[in-house]
C-alpha cells in the first residue's frame, strides 16, 4: 500500500508560480512512476505530467513548457512546479503513484487562478 497527501494548492493570479507536493508513504520503493492529473469542474480527470523511476518525464500538451514534475527520493516527496498559469489551469490537481500493478491517489488539492 502507498499513502499520498498532496499539498500547495491556492489562489494565484494570471502568470503567477506554484509548486505543489505529493508526499508518499507506505511501500515506496515498489513506486514506478509519480503521475499528476487534474479535474476542472465538470470536466473528466485529465493526465498532466508522469515521471518514471529511471527518470523519464512526460507531460500534457498544455502545460509542455509551463510545468515541471520532479522527485526528491529522500523526502519521498514528488513536485509539480507550475509557471504562466492561466485561468484555464484551475483545477483540483492529484497526485497519482503506480506501484506493482496498481493505482494509488491522494485526496486532491485546490488550484484557482484568477485575477
Known amino acids: 500500500q502507498v499513502q499520498l497527501v498532496e499539498s500547495g494548492g491556492t489562489l494565484v493570479q494570471p502568470g503567477g508560480s506554484l509548486r505543489l507536493s505529493c508526499a508518499a508513504s507506505g511501500r515506496v520503493f515498489s513506486i514506478y512512476a509519480m503521475r499528476w492529473y487534474r479535474q476542472a469542474p465538470g470536466e473528466q480527470r485529465e493526465f498532466v505530467a508522469r515521471l518514471t523511476r529511471d527518470g523519464t518525464t512526460n507531460y500534457a500538451d498544455s502545460v509542455k513548457g509551463r510545468f515541471t514534475i520532479s522527485n526528491d527520493y529522500a523526502k519521498n516527496t514528488a513536485y509539480l512546479q507550475m509557471s504562466s498559469l492561466k485561468p484555464e489551469d484551475t483545477a483540483v490537481y492529484y497526485c497519482?503513484?503506480?506501484?506493482?500493478?496498481?493505482?494509488?491517489w491522494g485526496q486532491g488539492t485546490q488550484v484557482t487562478v484568477s485575477s
Open positions: 497519482n503513484a503506480f506501484a506493482n500493478g496498481d493505482d494509488y
